[in-house]
């Protein structure tokens, strides 16, 4: 090694000390007190619009193509449980929906499915929430989900499944493509509940059973039956839409003093720790919504947030 | 052979106007208005004092069309006159038909009277414009459904789960008209069918008529080609009373003696016997008698623990009963598909009138469709700011049978779906239990077709008897959340 190259060297070691110093300063601030490294566990972001709060986030995550591999059949389960209106907050935004259908087609999805065991009638709350017209335009198919009321029609795609990992949920009726698809993404959407106090990420996966096993849950323990559900297949990634945010009369909502705009969105691949903190931001105490506890018990997750590495970003 | 000109033109209108007539009650939704071609329906509709400018238009232009043409209507716009022609295809020889003019005018007295008198029940399972709705709704729809999910075509909301006396009717009035139609052709029509024996009274003396010219020779080809009966080919005479305009006689005449025009001739003098006026005024005696006995007796008094739910814009149920003629069409447009036909329900009174079975469904909160579809009068339009206001019945709550008073887990099922939020979950020891804001319930049934708790759920929605607006809910004190401020966690 002659003289010059030695030079060279030092000063691009010098450089990338100092870059990495500054970098690692920015983590700093961002990872919070805990200080960890590495990509983040769990992502919360405020701010902005429901897509553009997406972008960056996944980014954070490793991007889409880390969830999505070329050739894969996609799930994305929104929640469009009511026939409301987008600004009643009940159900999932129809732009969010839009733009992670996209980014899983730009992955390279073959397919991209989006449904949901809805409370109101299928067709109409497909409607009004106005996810239906937002997937389709962006390639995914929309499959009508509601075994009740379109018996023969829909009943006949969910199917048995056996839960060896529930307590009280054993067995029960679940849609096919859940069962079948290789990635499965929730969306839900963070809102107050009259039953278990709260409905985000765990709470959501009601959504993919039939009618009949819902009214199983509700008659045998319904925080256990969700915890259960969530044990059999967690979902690959939890993205919560908390951009308009339904805190109270919850989960169908009287008016419009119930709703919140509060900008959030939190993405990770931990139910247990999405849901906790997304009790924090619909302010509530995560210790009195019976299914988070129960299904940090199984084994799905931690409530302890501050092992975690959380990046917030504010927009 | 002549080509059958003017039976061909017959068959094309009414087979275009059967189509129409099966989309718009059946597969595309939206255009049930068209129902406005129903005379019988625009009549009590009118009578009912809700009618709109394009029913009276409707029945304008259908008793115009009878005065000018005769009957027309039966055999190209009324669904049930082509259900029969199909029934009687390949058919070709008729028998001579004696005139059932007295049963048919008693049957006609019978049953107007007993609606005056307050019961309707004759009237929806004779007028076409009822009776073939329900083999539509509980025989075609259901046997369609069957098809589509044997063959697995992905048909959604086809299906329409026919009640058990839905069910019940459709099938006699089926087989009733299959055998006599395939028995004497449109006897039917001449003898049981209120609107043909109104329609026939129009049709005395219409303008256009088919007659017979001095040309005929009694042959009898065009009598035993009348599905009607209504050619008497010794006489020389065509009795328009009863003819409902097939045509197919024209083309059968080998001497050109049936003409379709402007004709003078032969009318068929109105000759009341004695005995026949009695036997239609003791038909009538008859229907005013059954309709008052049945009105004050047959009805299920005002007790609102087993009393059924109306249909929105049902009114009172006095009213109700009066009024509607059981035809199910807002059954088949119900989106909460919770309208279904009623058994014993309403009392022997309202035998078939629909009812809100939330076993089926519930009354979806932003749908007006019922109303919107009504083609008899018996549903007020009320707009949807109103009606998501509007009691239907109020819910009951059971405690001792509730789920979390019981198991002391977590349901609030009922409360989730509650639209109005009337059932508020109150803490009870470790759990939430429901708390009911009577004054908020409206009865849409949600929370009784969720709740969880079989046979009988924990809340019950009872019907009342005199529909009417309930408090608007109320706006609650907004919450000040931490995160508004910056990262709760």
């Known amino acids: ?315 | 052979m002549r080509v059958p000109v003017y039976r061909s033109a017959r068959i094309g209108i009414a087979a275009l106007s059967f189509v129409l007539f099966l989309s718009a009650t059946w597969f595309v939704k939206g255009y049930e208005g068209w129902y406005a071609g129903q005379i019988g329906s625009d009549l009590l509709k009118i009578a009912a004092g809700r009618y709109t400018l394009g029913v009276l238009i409707a029945a304008a232009v259908i008793l115009v069309l009878t005065l000018l043409f005769g009957r027309i209507y039966c055999s190209v716009v009324c669904p049930l006159g082509i259900l029969q022609d199909l029934m009687m295809m390949f058919k070709r020889k008729f028998r001579s038909q004696r005139s059932y003019r007295v049963l048919r005018y008693s049957v006609f007295g019978f049953v107007i009277a007993s609606l005056a008198g307050g019961f309707i029940l004759p009237l929806a399972l004779l007028m076409p414009s009822s009776n073939f709705l329900m083999v539509e709704n509980n025989i075609f729809r259901k046997v369609w459904q069957m098809v589509s999910e044997q063959l697995e075509w992905n048909m959604p909301n086809q299906a329409l789960n026919p009640a058990v006396s839905g069910y019940l009717a459709a099938w006699g009035v089926f087989i009733l008209l299959l055998v006599l139609a395939r028995w004497r052709g449109r006897v039917y029509c001449n003898t049981l069918c209120p609107v043909g024996a109104l329609l026939g009274l129009f049709a005395r003396g219409a303008r256009f008529k088919i007659f017979m010219t001095d040309a005929c020779v009694s042959c009898g080809a065009c009598e035993r080609a009348c599905k009607s009966g209504c050619i008497d080919a010794k006489a020389g005479t065509v009795n328009t009373e009863n003819c409902v305009m097939c045509l197919n006689c024209l083309d059968k005449c080998k001497f050109h003696a049936l003409k379709f025009g402007r004709g003078k001739k032969k009318v068929v003098e109105l000759s009341v016997s004695r005995r026949n006026f009695l036997v239609t005024g003791g038909a009538v005696a008859g229907g005013v008698a059954t309709g008052l006995v049945v009105s004050k007796f047959g009805g299920r008094t005002a007790n609102d623990k087993v009393a059924p739910v109306m249909p929105p814009g049902a009114g009172s149920r006095e009213e109700f009963l009066r009024k509607c003629v059981s035809c199910g069409l807002c059954i088949g447009a119900c989106k909460g598909h919770v309208l279904t036909h009623s058994s014993l329900e309403y009392g022997i009174g309202g035998i078939l009138q629909p009812y809100l079975n939330f076993k089926r469904g519930v009354c979806e909160f932003n749908c007006t469709s019922c109303m919107d579809v009504c083609p008899c009068g018996a549903l007020e339009k009320i707009p949807l700011e109103e009606k998501k206001r509007l009691r239907l019945g109020v819910v009951h709550y059971n405690r001792s049978v509730c789920i979390p008073y019981v198991d002391g887990t977590v349901c609030g099922a009922c409360s989730e779906h509650c639209p109005v939020g009337a059932l508020e979950m109150v803490p009870y020891k470790a759990t939430k239990i429901p708390h009911v804001h009577t004054d908020l319930c409206i009865g849409c049934g949600a929370c009784q077709n969720i709740c969880p708790v079989t046979p009988t759920p924990a809340v019950v929605v009872h019907g009342v008897s005199k529909q009417f607006l309930v408090e608007k809910p109320k706006q609650t004190p907004p919450v000040k959340l931490k995160a508004e401020e910056d990262f709760p966690f």
């Open chain 1, 1 to 315: 090694m002659n003289r010059r190259d030695f030079l060279k060297t030092a000063a691009t070691l010098a450089a990338l000390g100092v870059v990495s110093k500054v970098a690692g300063a920015v983590k700093q601030t961002s990872a919070g007190a805990a200080g960890k490294s590495g990509p983040a566990d769990l992502v919360a972001i405020r701010g902005g619009e429901p897509e553009e709060m997406f972008d960056r986030a996944i980014r954070e995550l490793g991007g889409m193509e880390k969830f999505v591999k070329k050739g894969q059949t996609v799930l994305v389960k929104p929640n469009i449980g009511w026939d409301r209106p987008v600004e009643a907050a009940a159900n999932t935004n129809p732009k969010l929906v839009a733009r992670i259908v996209r980014r899983c087609k730009e992955a390279g999805a073959k397919e991209v499915y989006v449904f949901d065991t809805t409370c109101s009638r299928w067709d109409l709350a497909y409607k009004s929430s106005g996810i239906a017209e937002a997937a389709r335009k962006e390639g995914a198919i929309v499959v009508g989900g509601d075994s009740a009321s379109d018996k023969g029609y829909l009943e006949k795609y969910y199917v048995d499944v056996e839960n060896p990992n529930g307590r009280r949920l054993k067995k029960f009726k679940w849609h096919r493509l859940v069962k079948d698809c290789d990635v499965f993404i929730n969306v839900p959407v963070l809102k107050h509940h009259g039953g278990p106090g709260m409905t985000s990420a765990m709470k959501n996966l009601m959504g993919t059973v039939s009618k009949g096993t819902q009214r199983y849950f509700h008659a045998n323990d319904l925080n256990q039956c969700i915890a259960d559900i969530c044990a059999y297949r967690k979902p690959d990634l939890n993205v919560i839409d908390a951009y308009r945010v339904m805190v109270k009369r919850g989960p169908r909502g009287v008016d419009s003093s119930d709703v919140k705009l509060l900008k959030y969105q939190l993405l990770g691949t931990d139910i247990v720790a999405l849901d906790t903190a997304a009790a924090a931001v619909i302010g509530f105490d995560h210790r009195r919504i019976g299914h988070i506890a129960l299904g940090e018990k199984l084994g799905l997750g931690t409530r302890n947030l501050k092992k975690l590495n959380i990046k917030r970003i504010t927009v």
